[in-house]
């Protein structure tokens, strides 16, 4: 029946990445339900306070930018479904301990902070470690697939789980939805450990002497791979707040209640899916161009929806600006990616990882500072300007220096010379 799967799903052909891609699409679905759930108490308990959001958020995102190029060398040096394993077991516990403490009547702002501090620091492990574990999974040549099927099933998952959530809260609190995510942990450990360890392509002998300032080097030395990181960094940094932005757009301008707090969060998850489902066909390298042009248009469409006059074309605008933010990540992730040497590419993408979600802490701070003077809206302005910004930047530099001589060997040995459009 595998053989059967049309081009698009290919790298489900692989059993083992099927039990993962199942396993997260519960634990997924489960997580953005935690999100909403969380963030929602927070408004209640500080009166629909952004900087206490802003804070959540921050706290949760800051072990990334602290530690995820650690998390990175964990990954190289052990076995990476135990890691992942023991990370998830970890970020089960730790909502299964804030859903008692809300059921108990006892949740405090303080609580919140701490679990987004904990699951930050599972996740400074986690994240680096699953996206190098994708390659085991199912080798080189199905790599590109394998992860715009990933942001696929992230997406759907994050469609579910905000609609599902809006409907918990309403109905039974949200104790009962940080339960549910809670447990959907265990799809994900169900599903790693009936993998076949003779199936995974794992890279023999080497890896453990990896340093991370040697890929660090390699991608300055890299102009195609530095440029979209900038961008990245830029957009990461202004355009990719919605965990904060989204609730306050709800609450404090068009005064919803969970449910409809929760389509606003599925419209844009929506256009996500749509964008990683997009993606599944592509089979070589982006050009530069497709990922300026891709930010472009992203930066267009958040500030649009800063300026949507009503709650129907907030959800069409978040919609399509869901599909060009995904778009957008996926064209800097491929180009980055598959532009890397292999021997530095886990590295590389340790440090894509840092840059776009180490990012979102100095964002959150800045972004909650900016609703709390200028309003919910300021929030998606000032970040569309911003990204908008940065991509014009980007662009005009590209038509300036339209070639760069980019090394493509390694830092300290011999190199091959090549000429790379930034």
Same mark, same amino acid.
């Given at each position: 029946?595998?053989?059967?799967?049309?081009?698009?799903?290919?790298?489900?052909?692989?059993?083992?990445?099927?039990?993962?891609?199942?396993?997260?699409?519960?634990?997924?679905?489960?997580?953005?339900?935690?999100?909403?759930?969380?963030?929602?108490?927070?408004?209640?308990?500080?009166?629909?306070?952004?900087?206490?959001?802003?804070?959540?958020?921050?706290?949760?995102?800051?072990?990334?930018?602290?530690?995820?190029?650690?998390?990175?060398?964990?990954?190289?040096?052990?076995?990476?479904?135990?890691?992942?394993?023991?990370?998830?077991?970890?970020?089960?516990?730790?909502?299964?301990?804030?859903?008692?403490?809300?059921?108990?009547?006892?949740?405090?702002?303080?609580?919140?902070?701490?679990? @987004?501090? %904990?699951? $930050?620091? /599972?996740?400074? !492990?986690?994240?680096?470690?699953?996206? *190098?574990? =994708?390659?085991? +999974?199912?080798?080189?040549?199905?790599?590109?697939?394998?992860?715009?099927?990933?942001?696929?099933?992230?997406?759907?998952?994050?469609?579910?789980?905000?609609?599902?959530?809006?409907?918990?809260?309403? @109905?039974? %609190?949200? $104790?009962? /939805?940080?339960? !549910?995510?809670?447990?959907?942990?265990? *799809?994900? =450990?169900?599903? +790693?450990?009936?993998?076949?360890?003779?199936?995974?392509?794992?890279?023999?002998?080497?890896?453990?002497?990896?340093?991370?300032?040697?890929?660090?080097?390699?991608?300055?030395?890299?102009?195609?791979?530095?440029?979209?990181?900038?961008? /990245?960094?830029?957009?990461?940094?202004?355009?990719?707040?919605?965990?904060?932005?989204?609730?306050?757009?709800?609450?404090?301008?068009?005064?919803?209640?969970?449910?409809?707090?929760?389509?606003?969060?599925?419209?844009?998850?929506?256009?996500?899916?749509?964008?990683?489902?997009?993606?599944?066909?592509?089979?070589?390298?982006?050009?530069?161009?497709?990922?300026?042009?891709?930010?472009?248009?992203?930066?267009?469409?958040?500030?649009?929806?800063?300026?949507?006059?009503?709650?129907?074309?907030?959800?069409?605008?978040?919609?399509?600006?869901?599909?060009?933010?995904?778009?957008?990540?996926?064209?800097?992730?491929?180009?980055?990616?598959?532009?890397?040497?292999?021997?530095?590419?886990?590295?590389?993408?340790?440090?894509?990882?840092?840059?776009?979600?180490?990012?979102?802490?100095?964002?959150?701070?800045?972004?909650?500072?900016?609703?709390?003077?200028?309003?919910?809206?300021?929030?998606?302005?000032?970040?569309?300007?911003?990204?908008?910004?940065?991509?014009?930047?980007?662009?005009?530099?590209?038509?300036?220096?339209?070639?760069?001589?980019?090394?493509?060997?390694?830092?300290?040995?011999?190199?091959?010379?090549?000429?790379?459009?930034?």
């Amino acid at each position: 029946m595998t053989a059967l799967l049309p081009e698009t799903f290919r790298a489900l052909r692989v059993r083992n990445f099927r039990l993962f891609a199942g396993g997260q699409i519960v634990s997924v679905a489960g997580t953005w339900m935690m999100v909403v759930a969380q963030d929602w108490l927070v408004l209640g308990l500080t009166g629909d306070s952004g900087t206490a959001l802003g804070t959540v958020t921050a706290l949760q995102f800051t072990p990334l930018l602290l530690f995820t190029l650690y998390g990175g060398r964990l990954a190289d040096r052990y076995d990476k479904r135990m890691l992942l394993t023991i990370t998830n077991l970890a970020s089960g516990a730790l909502a299964l301990l804030l859903s008692l403490l809300v059921f108990a009547g006892a949740a405090g702002l303080w609580h919140i902070y701490a679990f @987004a501090l %904990g699951l $930050g620091l /599972v996740n400074s !492990v986690e994240v680096p470690t699953r996206m *190098a574990f =994708v390659s085991e +999974l199912v080798g080189a040549e199905l790599l590109p697939n394998a992860s715009a099927l990933s942001a696929a099933y992230f997406n759907a998952a994050r469609v579910v789980g905000p609609a599902v959530s809006g409907l918990l809260i309403t @109905a039974v %609190g949200t $104790g009962w /939805v940080m339960l !549910v995510n809670a447990a959907s942990y265990g *799809a994900t =450990v169900v599903g +790693l450990r009936l993998m076949r360890s003779a199936e995974l392509h794992r890279v023999a002998g080497g890896r453990t002497r990896s340093r991370v300032v040697d890929g660090l080097r390699y991608t300055v030395s890299r102009a195609d791979l530095r440029v979209p990181m900038v961008l /990245v960094a830029a957009i990461g940094l202004f355009g990719l707040n919605f965990q904060l932005t989204l609730p306050l757009l709800a609450k404090s301008v068009f005064h919803s209640d969970a449910s409809s707090f929760g389509l606003l969060t599925a419209a844009f998850a929506a256009g996500s899916l749509m964008a990683a489902f997009a993606t599944t066909a592509r089979r070589g390298r982006p050009p530069a161009r497709l990922v300026t042009g891709s930010a472009v248009v992203f930066g267009v469409l958040e500030t649009s929806v800063g300026l949507a006059p009503s709650y129907a074309a907030a959800v069409v605008l978040l919609f399509l600006t869901g599909f060009a933010a995904i778009y957008f990540a996926q064209a800097a992730n491929h180009r980055i990616q598959l532009g890397s040497d292999p021997r530095y590419r886990g590295r590389v993408l340790a440090l894509y990882t840092l840059i776009l979600q180490g990012s979102t802490p100095l964002g959150a701070l800045l972004v909650g500072w900016l609703t709390e003077r200028w309003g919910a809206r300021s929030g998606f302005v000032v970040g569309g300007l911003a990204s908008l910004t940065a991509a014009m930047v980007t662009v005009a530099a590209g038509r300036r220096h339209p070639r760069h001589t980019v090394r493509t060997g390694v830092p300290h040995g011999t190199v091959q010379k090549t000429r790379e459009p930034i």
